[in-house]
Nanobody
Framework: QVQLVESGGGLVQAGGSLRLSCAAS????????MGWFRQVPGKEREFVAA????????YYAGSVKGRFTISRDNAKNTVYLQMNSLKPEDTAVYYC?????????????????WGQGTQVTVSS
């Protein structure tokens, strides 16, 4: 069992930055594919970014590419999402997700574990 705890959300003005963190329990963090998703009320949860076990390969949604950076520290069992040049449309609850055997990292169904979410609000 893996438990995920996100932190770092908050209120920021457009153009600002935030860094989200997701701490994972357990001793197998380096074997996990880690992802970030986000959701606004009334819409489906959407993929934001993912990183595979070594952290060397990353994936991004087109809407955040060039502005967001996902990284991981396997020694600290933590994955990060650095968000720069934030826009009001980035406002959402951001969720950390993890899974061991994920074929398609951009879909929710492959992830086995989810955090409780952290609110990010970008004001215009």
């Amino acid at each position: 069992q893996v438990q995920l705890v996100e932190s770092g959300g908050g209120l920021v003005q457009a153009g600002g930055s935030l860094r989200l963190s997701c701490a994972a329990s357990g001793r197998t963090f380096s074997q996990l594919v880690m992802g970030w998703f986000r959701q606004v009320p009334g819409k489906e949860r959407e993929f934001v970014a993912a990183t595979v076990r070594s952290g060397g390969t990353t994936y991004y949604a087109g809407s955040v590419k060039g502005r967001f950076t996902i990284s991981r520290d396997n020694a600290k069992n933590t994955v990060y999402l650095q968000m720069n040049s934030l826009k009001p449309e980035d406002t959402a609850v951001y969720y950390c997700a993890a899974g061991y055997s994920i074929v398609v990292v951009t879909t929710q169904s492959g992830y086995d574990y989810w955090g409780q979410g952290t609110q990010v609000t970008v004001s215009s």
